[in-house]
């Protein structure tokens, strides 16, 4: 079975740019989460979902950052515009229920 | 205070030894724990879970859990220079949401 799928592996970007990150999640899986990793705050959550639908988005940073869920095999994070503080590596995460955390390659972002 | 506290190390054992890794957190009502592996430059790796007081093995791998204590630990036996990575520490809280709150991790160095 395949693990989680994230698109683009790597990111670089001009500030003010749109930017989207695409996840795929483990097929059966019910819950979906978006994180970003970075050597001065560690591991972040950001957002995430349970069948679809955002549960707490309290880790999302700005305004500027925006992430959906139309069906059960996809989510987008989108930052728009960009800037340099969010080149990170951004992270998605899938799990059944509320059990283990699978986490798929990661995008590296790089906003110049 | 932290939720979730690991000191970020470098911890260093050589090959063949007993790595001890430690994990303290906040939330008394805590009930599922985590110890995830990771490569530089990789993403997080699960390599155990565990959810009631006691030792829980897996190959060289023994994590244990004192709820009383709010102490998770991770014990590597045989280290391996392989094993060298970061181990992140996580936990689901009291409100069993699903929500990962991960510590900031520690370095393991196994010489050779």
């Known amino acids: 079975d395949a693990g989680v799928i994230q698109s683009p592996r790597h990111e670089v970007t001009e500030m003010g740019q749109e930017v989207t990150l695409r996840c795929k999640p483990i097929s059966g899986h019910d819950y979906l989460f978006w994180y970003r990793q970075t050597m001065m705050r560690g591991l972040e959550l950001l957002i995430y979902f349970n069948n679809n639908v955002p549960i707490d988005d309290s880790g999302m940073p700005e305004d500027r950052f925006s992430a959906k869920m139309p069906n059960a095999s996809f989510s987008t994070l989108k930052i728009q515009p960009s800037e340099p503080r969010d080149s990170a590596v951004y992270f998605c995460?899938?799990?059944?229920?509320?059990?283990?955390?699978?986490f798929g390659p990661g995008t590296r972002l790089t906003v110049l | 205070q932290k939720e979730v506290e690991q000191n970020s190390g470098p911890l260093s054992v050589p090959e063949g030894a007993i790595a001890s890794l430690n994990c303290t957190y906040s939330?008394?009502?805590?009930?599922?724990f985590f110890w995830y592996r990771q490569y530089s430059g990789k993403s997080p790796e699960l390599i155990m879970s565990i959810y009631s007081n006691g030792d829980k093995e897996d190959g060289r791998f023994t994590a244990q859990l004192n709820k009383a204590s709010q102490y998770v630990s991770l014990l590597i036996r045989d280290s391996q220079p392989s094993d060298s990575a970061t181990y992140l520490c996580a936990v689901i809280g009291s409100g069993n949401t699903g929500k990962l709150i991960f510590g900031q991790g520690t370095t393991l160095q196994v010489k050779p």
């Open positions: 995460a899938s799990s059944w229920r509320r059990n283990e955390q699978f």
């Open positions: 939330d008394r009502g805590s009930q599922s």
